[in-house]
């Protein structure tokens, strides 16, 4: 059985990550469609550069572990002989922690940074600033950005994306609220035998498409149906 599993922010919710539209998910005031933008970036780099300064350092603090639904996934992957894809919206290194190993990371990675110029992505823990030096290249101030995706960019593995989720033959999408494209459209994009599977809190507009929903916590469904399997 081909396994695809999509991963949002309500899987780490339980780590204590904030998600980006539950009721703690202001910013400091700002919606995320406001500070997670390339003309954001231009227009205030400063602004945007703490946004994920301030999230960089959080995930480094040591009360952010993986929670059990990170754990059980791991788990699943070590056990499951066929093929497996972990595609997360998730910047956060949590299933990476939790041992999984086929990880695509769609919306980038927080703790990686590019450069705006080279196109180098450096793996990065400290703060970015508007006069951050490249380490390789000292010439170059100020062309270091977070390696994440913003509205309007290209989020990464596509094609990869496309190919496995026509032949899966599971998919199960977990903590997202399907409200960002290409993420929310995966499910309509599987082929007409694969089992759709999303688990929540609360029903999302791709609802209709699965064809099964539980609805609770991650750390309890998520362990519950990787066992019943
Ligand atoms: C729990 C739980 C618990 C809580 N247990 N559950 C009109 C129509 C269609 C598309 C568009 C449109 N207008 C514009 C677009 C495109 C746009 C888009 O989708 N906009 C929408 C706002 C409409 N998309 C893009 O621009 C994307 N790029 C693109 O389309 O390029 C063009 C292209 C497409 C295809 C091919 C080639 C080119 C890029 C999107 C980039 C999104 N970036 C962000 C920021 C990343 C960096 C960062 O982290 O700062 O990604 S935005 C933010 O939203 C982040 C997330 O990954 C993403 C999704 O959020 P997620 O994970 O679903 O979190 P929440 O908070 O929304 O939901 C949490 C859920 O968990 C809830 O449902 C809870 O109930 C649940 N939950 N606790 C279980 N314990």
Redesign the pocket.
Known sequence: MKVFVLT????S??SGIP????DD?LWEGHR??DV?TPQAFQRNPKLVHE??NK?RRFLQNESVVPNL?HQALAEFERDHDDEFLLVT???DDLHQRAGSRQVLPM??E?LKARCTLTGDVIEWRDDLTVDTVHPTEPDLVGTLR?H????????IG?DQIADFAQRCDLFIA???????????GIVQSTGPHCRCVE????D?PQSSHFDTALR????V?VPRFLQSL
């Open positions: 949002g922010a309500g899987i919710a339980e998600t980006f539209r539950g998910g995320v469609e997670a946004f994920y999230r639904a919206q998730n910047i919306h980038g927080l977070p994440v995706v913003w509205f309007g960019e290209t989020p596509l977990i903590g997202t609220s399907a409200l960002v494209y290409p993420a929310a688990i929540n809190l609360d999302t609770g916590k991650a750390s469904e």
